[in-house]
C-alpha cells in the first residue's frame, strides 16, 4: 500500500515542479491608470475666493428649501432606476462570490444503490449472485491549480465589475438629484411667473375698465378699448400656458419620486419670489481638472477597464497548461450494511494537465477580444474625462453669463416698472395715447417673466455645475 502511495504522490510532486518553473513569469499585463490630455485647470474661471466647503453626499441642501430637500429623499428611496442600481450591485456582488468560489476545491458528496443481473448464458464465469445489489458512498473533489493567476484574474475582474456597478448607482443618484433639484426650481420659478402674470393682469383689467369708463364720458375711442381688451386677454392666455407647463413640470417630479400622488404642498405662499433661494458659491478659482477623477461616472469607467484589463489575463491563461488534482474517498458494498466497513473502502487521487495543441486559433482570438474590449473601454474612460471637463467649463460659463444677464434684467425691470407708471400718468392726463400704455404694460410683464427666467437659469447652472463636479468640491482643493 504504502508502495502505491509513493507511485501516485511522485508524479504529482513532478507534474508540480515543471509547472512551477514555467509559471516564473507573469503572463496579464499590470493595470497603469492612463494619463488623458486635458488642461490642468478648467478654462472657466471659478470665484477669486471661496471658504465653503461643500459636501458632496448632500450639495441640494445648500438651497436651504425644505421642500426640495423631502423631495430628494423621497426620490432617493422610491426612484425606480435608483432600485434598479441597487439589484444590479446585488448582482455584481454575487457574482464575485461565485468566481472567489473557484479559488477553493470543490467538495461533493456522491452516493448511489443499483440492482442489476447479468447474464448467465455468457462465456465468462459468474462468481457473483445473481441479480446482485451494490451500493456506495464517497466523498469527491476536485482542485485546479492556479499557476497562471486565471482564476484570481477572473476575481479581479468580476470585484471591479461590483465596485463598477456601485458607481454606477452613484452616478444615477447624482443624475436623479439633479434632475428633481433642476424640476424643483424650474416649478418655482413658474409659480412666479404666474404671480406676476397675475399681477399685471390686474392692471390690465383695471386698465381695461377705465378706457370703457373713458369711452361712456367720450373721452376715449372704442378702439382704446379693444386694444385694452386684446392685451388682458392675451395675458389670460400666457397664464394658462404657465399652468399647464406647471402641472407638467409636476408630473416630471411625480415620477421622480416615485408617488404619483405627489402634492407639492406650500408653493402658492412661497413660490412668489424666486429670488428668496440663495445662489450656492461658485468652486475657487484654480480647481484642478484632477477632481473630474472623483466623478461616479468616471469611476466607474476606470473600474470597467481594470476589469477589461485582468480579462486580458484570463484569456492569455487558457493558453497554458491548465493543472487539476482529482481526489475521493467512501466505501462500496453489495451490503448496504458493510458500505461503511474497512473492507469496502474505496479511494482514488490524480493529478491532470491539460495543454491546447491545436485549436484552430479560437484560443488566440480570444486574447484578441478581450485586448479589443480593453480598448474600447480604454476610449469610453478617456471619453468620460473629457466630457467631464466640457460639462464643468460649460457649467461654469453659464453660471456667470447668466449672472450678469440677471443683473441687466433686473436694471430693465426696474426701468420697465417707471416707464408704464409714467406712461399710465400721461394717458389719465391726456398727453399720450393709450397704445403707449399698452406698449408699457407688455415691456413690463415681458421684462419681470424674462427676470425669474434667468434666476431659473442661474439657479439650474449651479445645479449643472454641481453634477458636473460629482456632486462638490472641498476647501482641500484650492490653491
Request: net charge neutral.
Amino acid at each position: 500500500m504504502q508502495y502505491q502511495k509513493l507511485n501516485f504522490i511522485k508524479p504529482v510532486y513532478a507534474a508540480v515542479a515543471a509547472v512551477l518553473l514555467l509559471s516564473g513569469c507573469q503572463i496579464w499585463p499590470d493595470y497603469l491608470r492612463p494619463k488623458v490630455d486635458v488642461p490642468a485647470q478648467y478654462v472657466e474661471p471659478g470665484q477669486q475666493s471661496a471658504t465653503e466647503t461643500l459636501v458632496a453626499n448632500n450639495w441640494w441642501t445648500l438651497y436651504q428649501d425644505q421642500e426640495l430637500n423631502a423631495l430628494v429623499d423621497k426620490a432617493l428611496s422610491n426612484n425606480k432606476d435608483i432600485k434598479f442600481a441597487v439589484a444590479r450591485i446585488d448582482e455584481a456582488d454575487a457574482a464575485l462570490r461565485e468566481v472567489g468560489g473557484y479559488l477553493y476545491p470543490q467538495v461533493d458528496l456522491n452516493s448511489g444503490a443499483k440492482r442489476s443481473r447479468i447474464t448467465e448464458a455468457g462465456t465468462s464465469q459468474q462468481i457473483f449472485n445473481n441479480p446482485r445489489s451494490n451500493y456506495n458512498v464517497q466523498l469527491g473533489t476536485i482542485f485546479e491549480l492556479d499557476f497562471w493567476g486565471k482564476l484570481r484574474l477572473a476575481k479581479d475582474a468580476a470585484r471591479a465589475q461590483a465596485l463598477s456597478s456601485r458607481y454606477a448607482r452613484d452616478t444615477v443618484a447624482l443624475s436623479l438629484t439633479g434632475l428633481v433639484a433642476s424640476n424643483y426650481l424650474t416649478l418655482r420659478s413658474l409659480e412666479s411667473q404666474i404671480a406676476i402674470a397675475e399681477e399685471n393682469l390686474k392692471s390690465r383689467d383695471a386698465s381695461l375698465a377705465l378706457t370703457k369708463r373713458r369711452l361712456e364720458g367720450g373721452v376715449s375711442s372704442a378702439l382704446d378699448v379693444q386694444q385694452a381688451q386684446v392685451a388682458s386677454s392675451n395675458l389670460s392666455a400666457q397664464i394658462a400656458d404657465l399652468n399647464r407647463l406647471k402641472s407638467l413640470t409636476l408630473h416630471q417630479l411625480a415620477v421622480l419620486t416615485g408617488d404619483l400622488n405627489l402634492a407639492v404642498t406650500g408653493l402658492k405662499t412661497t413660490v412668489a419670489d424666486l429670488k428668496a433661494l440663495p445662489i450656492p458659491p461658485t468652486p475657487p478659482a484654480g480647481l484642478p481638472s484632477s477632481l473630474l477623477e472623483g466623478r461616479p461616472d468616471v469611476k466607474q469607467a476606470e473600474e470597467q477597464m481594470i476589469a477589461a484589463n485582468a480579462n486580458i489575463g484570463v484569456a492569455k491563461a487558457a493558453l497554458y497548461p491548465t493543472i487539476s488534482l482529482t481526489a475521493s474517498f467512501g466505501g462500496e458494498s453489495m451490503e448496504l450494511s458493510n458500505v461503511l466497513k474497512s473492507a469496502a473502502r474505496i479511494w482514488s487521487g490524480g493529478v491532470s494537465l491539460n495543454l491546447p495543441i491545436f485549436d484552430g486559433g479560437k484560443l488566440n482570438a480570444r486574447v484578441d477580444q478581450a485586448s479589443a474590449r480593453q480598448k474600447q473601454t480604454l476610449a469610453s474612460y478617456e471619453g468620460a474625462i473629457q466630457n467631464a471637463f466640457r460639462e464643468v467649463n460649460d457649467a461654469l460659463v453659464n453660471l456667470r453669463q447668466y449672472t450678469e444677464r440677471e443683473q441687466a434684467l433686473f436694471t430693465s425691470q426696474e426701468a420697465a416698472k417707471k416707464a408704464l407708471e409714467l406712461s399710465e400718468n400721461r394717458y389719465q392726463s391726456g398727453y399720450s395715447s393709450y397704445i403707449d400704455v399698452l406698449e408699457a404694460q407688455r415691456a413690463y410683464n415681458d421684462s419681470g417673466l424674462a427676470f425669474v427666467q434667468s434666476r431659473q437659469a442661474r439657479l439650474i447652472a449651479s445645479v449643472d455645475l454641481f453634477k458636473a463636479l460629482g456632486g462638490g468640491w472641498h476647501s482641500d482643493y484650492k490653491k
